[in-house]
């Protein structure tokens, strides 16, 4: 099924507000962790500096035999106070005192990265997992040089379950007023975009009409943006269409009843030998039974082979053929024959004009058969004059009583036409 314009709107608005707030919380969270962090660190620090400033005495502290210093309990039990989880280790690794497990069973912390670092460097700090406790902590440790006694380091913890716990208590904040504002941008995107869709139906259905040939035109908005623009320029084209379809139409039909009522017979073929338009005179002179289709090949309608052979002629390249055909057996017609190319953008062919000569036809034969009889007819007495004059001529050249003999003869001579003198005289 498909998705129409305001559900795509729709779903696009909702894709979009959702690929934002996914990164937003993405880097939002790693953002505050690092913040909560970097607060954790420092106030380990502050602290770590307290107890450097008031650090637990170690020369004089009593080792009992539960093997754990009494005087360094009680300063991490003060220093616990401020809500850190604070162990001593000395510098074998060994613990010795340590605020929430029993350093006896404690494993050595000789290899725990803020230890190394804070006994080399002076101080560290890590997040890692405590296997003490199964948790994941921040740790910072500081090491301590005390007068007469071998160092040791301070090391204070804060649990990363506070900072998991605001990070989701911030989290669970920003979804909430992510949902809150996806439901209002949401509600809001889906009647924008059943106003732009709606918009967009019209000029649809618009364009449809046009297509049906109905050009009243749309009513624009008039809001000014694009959709309004747009709808103004389908109305500016529909209008040129319309006229121009108009004039293509007068033309057309006015082309069409020029044709139509001509006596010559005219038709169209295109490069393929096929007919592409006849008018009734074609159809008449051909004497075809009705007229023929369109895309009809020229062998199948027409008889006279002259005449294909004229079209063949120009679409192999002349520009212009003329010819004559002869139609009818007891009653024949004579038609002039004019075949010249035709020549389009995409598209070439030949024109067939066939004009009616019968009547000139006609008239020539009749002009043979009148100078026929009259050469007919003049014949005799034309010899009888020439035969008296010639004989005229020799009798009187004799005796040289008159000279006009000679002057009919060689008149005679010029008016009769060439060889009729000897025709005549036998």
Known sequence: MRLNLFWKLGFAFFALLI????????????????????????????????????????????????????????????????????????????????????????????????????????????????????????????????????????????????????IWEFRRRLWLASLVMLLVTGAASLLISRSFSDRVDRLQEFSRRVAEGDFHPIEADRSGDTLDSLAVSLNQTAAQLDGTIRTLTEERNLSSAILASMVEGVAVVNSSERLLFSNEGFVEILDLDMPPQSGKALVEVVRQTELIEAVRGVLKGEPRVETEIVTGTLRQHFFAVTVASVRAAETSGAVIVLHDITELRKLERVRRDFVANV?????????????????LLLFLSTRGAWHGSPTICSSFQRWMPTGWSSKFAA
């Open 19 to 166: 690929a934002v707030l996914l990164p937003v919380d993405f880097y939002a969270e790693r953002a505050l962790r690092r913040d909560y962090e970097r607060s954790g660190f420092e106030q380990l620090a502050a602290i770590a500096r307290i107890a450097l400033a008031h650090p637990p005495q170690l020369v004089n502290c009593s080792y009992t035999a539960s093997r754990e210093f009494a005087c360094i309990e009680t300063w991490v039990a003060q220093m616990a106070a401020s809500g850190v989880r604070v162990t001593v280790i000395a510098s074998n690794g060994q613990v010795l005192a340590d605020s929430q497990s029993d350093p006896s069973t404690m494993e050595n912390h000789a290899g725990r990265p803020e230890i190394r670092d804070a006994f080399a460097k002076g101080d560290g700090q890590s997040i890692r997992h405590s296997v003490t406790i199964k948790s994941d902590l921040l740790y910072y440790a500081v090491r301590l040089s005390p007068a007469g006694a071998p160092p040791v380091v301070l090391r204070f913890a804060l649990p990363l379950q506070t900072v998991d716990q605001a």
């Open 375 to 391: 050469s007919h007819e003049l014949r005799t007495p034309l010899t009888a004059i020439q035969g008296f004059a010639e004989t």
